[in-house]
């Protein structure tokens, strides 16, 4: 993760945690296609919202921030463990029938970003779903507050994935929203399926 984006949140942690919005809608639909009970990867938890909605559907969560300062904020207000980890830090091998990414992995780096998402589907179960939301751009950039976004195109964000692993797109929309800074933009949601290798014949 940026590093400056990375003191931003860890700096802002209280604040931004007192600013979390509602859980995202979409949350319940990705739920719906995961296995009863199945265990989910939150990347980027921040305050805690969509965690608590998971646990509450009766999953089990591994809850990930990379500040550890919003960490243990999350972990207080769940009463649920929250670790602080780092995209890069994730190493497991179809361990997870679910990754949750909510407007997190905006945050990485363009040339970082393929990289990170092969890592996730390499942690994902055979038919594994996944869910991330990315700010729409032309090229990346930093907010009024410093914070780096990697601003992807629909079509570049495309590349990027299918650069990095094999997947079936399952949803993709876009909503409008106000930022921590209120500034205006355009969420583009992308939920994928890990793509099940072909038997050998």
């Not at 509602?22 to 919202?49: D, K, Q, V, Y």
């Not at 038919?127 to 700010?135: C, M, P, Q, R």
């Not at 410093?146 to 570049?156: D, H, L, M, V």
């Not at 079936?168 to 793509?195: G, Y």
Request: charged share 20%; with cysteine; aromatic share 10%.
């Amino acid at each position: 993760m940026d590093e400056e984006t990375l003191r931003f949140y860890r700096s802002n942690a209280q604040a931004y945690a007192e600013w979390a919005k509602a859980p995202s809608t979409r949350l319940t639909g990705f739920l719906a296609l995961l296995p009863p009970g199945g265990l989910i990867l939150e990347l980027g938890c921040g305050a805690g919202n969509h965690a608590a909605t998971i646990l509450a559907a009766g999953f089990a969560l591994r809850a990930t921030d990379g500040s550890p300062e919003m960490a243990e904020i999350a972990q207080r207000r769940l009463g649920h463990p929250v670790e602080a980890m780092l995209f890069h830090e994730l190493h497991e091998v179809e361990v997870y029938d679910g990754v949750w990414a909510s407007a997190c992995l905006l945050h990485v780096p363009r040339d970082q970003l393929a990289g990170i998402l092969a890592a996730i589907h390499r942690a994902m179960k055979p038919d594994g779903v996944f869910y991330a939301s990315f700010k729409v751009g032309d090229g990346d950039g930093r907010d009024g507050l410093g914070r780096y976004y990697n601003y992807p195109s629909p079509q570049w964000l495309q590349s990027v994935y299918a650069e990095a692993a094999p997947w079936d797109l399952v949803a993709s929309d876009s909503s409008e929203i106000k930022s921590f800074d209120e500034a205006p933009a355009t969420l583009l949601h992308l939920t994928v399926r890990k793509t099940r290798p072909h038997p050998r014949s």
